[in-house]
T-cell receptor, first 110, second 116 residues
Framework: QKEVEQDPGPLSVPEGAIVSLNCTYS??????FMWYRQYSRKGPELLMY????GNKEDGRFTAQVDKSSKYISLFIRDSQPSDSATYLC??????????FGTGTRLQVFP | DAGVIQSPRHEVTEMGQEVTLRCKPI?????LFWYRQTMMRGLELLIY????????DSGMPEDRFSAKMPNASFSTLKIQPSEPRDSAVYFC??????????????FGEGSWLTVV
């Protein structure tokens, strides 16, 4: 079993929709939770980062961590075609070793 | 800043050949990471360096893979001999303070390797 599980998608939504992306994990030692966005043929870039449980909001993006359920989410409000990308969750146990999910491909159509 | 620079961007090679991938991290960054990305396994950490010293190479798949960082501005990942299952995108990333506290790491655009 992988430490981090993520549905590969693709997820296809109309412009303006609310998008929900999720990851589950098995190791309760994870403390830092991140979401990376990767455009086609580019490297991943950090989108949001959360420490431990709770919510964090940044513009149209909200990251949510539920450590009791070992479940993290990324919500995108008012989705735009420019949000079309692969979204990767990543986690750390407080070391320099980031564990990534396999990524969910999102397509937002006009 | 120019960002993390990787070369070559694309490489097609025959099975058994030696492959060398190169990386120039962002100036001033003390950490350098090599990742491999495939559809099946996602993004996997192969090895990382701190101040040019390899810290964790437990992700290196086998002895055919080796990585060096002779100075703060250059690193190589070498595969010898290459096999078709090594076909993947190899990313180099750098950071000024590691990822232990959720700090940002900056990825290059990747080296797309195909072994036929």
């Amino acid at each position: 079993q992988k430490e981090v599980e993520q549905d590969p998608g693709p997820l296809s939504v109309p412009e303006g929709a609310i998008v929900s992306l999720n990851c589950t994990y098995s190791n309760s030692a994870f403390q830092y939770f991140m979401w990376y966005r990767q455009y086609s043929r580019k490297g991943p870039e950090l989108l949001m980062y959360t420490y431990s449980s709770g919510n964090k909001e940044d513009g149209r993006f909200t990251a949510q961590v539920d450590k009791s359920s070992k479940y993290i989410s990324l919500f995108i409000r008012d989705s735009q075609p420019s949000d079309s990308a692969t979204y990767l969750c990543a986690m750390s146990k407080g070391t320099d070793k980031l564990i990534f999910g396999t990524g969910t491909r999102l397509q937002v159509f006009p | 800043d120019a960002g993390v620079i990787q070369s070559p961007r694309h490489e097609v090679t025959e099975m058994g050949q030696e492959v060398t991938l190169r990386c120039k991290p962002i100036s001033g960054h003390d950490y350098l990471f090599w990742y491999r990305q495939t559809m099946m396994r996602g993004l996997e950490l192969l090895i990382y360096f701190n101040n040019n010293v390899p810290i964790d190479d437990s992700g290196m798949p086998e002895d055919r893979f080796s990585a060096k960082m002779p100075n703060a501005s250059f690193s190589t990942l070498k595969i010898q001999p290459s096999e078709p299952r090594d076909s993947a995108v190899y990313f180099c990333a750098s950071s000024d303070s590691g990822t232990a506290s959720g700090n940002t790491i900056y990825f290059g655009e990747g080296s797309w390797l195909t072994v036929v």
